[in-house]
Nanobody, 117 residues
Framework: QVQLVESGGGLVQAGGSLRLSCAASGSIFTINTMGWYRQAPGKQREVVAT????????NYANSVKGRFTISRDNANNTMYLQMNSLKPEDTAVYYCAGRRLGTWTYWGQGTQVTVSS
């Protein structure tokens, strides 16, 4: 079993920055990819960015390319999402997730990000 705990959300003005953290514990060796998802009110959950646990290959949603950066610290079992130039449309609950054997199996509880205009 894997536990994921997000932190770092909050309220920020448009153009500002936030950094989200995701602390992983448990059987993390079973995870081959980690990622950040978000869900805005009335919308489906969508992927924001992903990173492989070996090699560190990253992928980003088009809407956040050039503004968000995903990274990981394997020594401390922590993943980050640096969010710059935030826009009101980035407002959502952000979830940390872990993929095992092709399925997004593990999820955190979510952290709220609110961007005011």
């Amino acid at each position: 079993q894997v536990q994921l705990v997000e932190s770092g959300g909050g309220l920020v003005q448009a153009g500002g920055s936030l950094r989200l953290s995701c602390a992983a514990s448990g059987s993390i060796f079973t995870i081959n990819t980690m990622g950040w998802y978000r869900q805005a009110p009335g919308k489906q959950r969508e992927v924001v960015a992903t990173i492989t646990t070996t090699g560190g290959t990253t992928n980003y949603a088009n809407s956040v390319k050039g503004r968000f950066t995903i990274s990981r610290d394997n020594a401390n079992n922590t993943m980050y999402l640096q969010m710059n130039s935030l826009k009101p449309e980035d407002t959502a609950v952000y979830y940390c997730a872990g993929r095992r054997l092709g399925t997004w199996t593990y999820w955190g509880q979510g952290t709220q990000v609110t961007v005011s205009s």
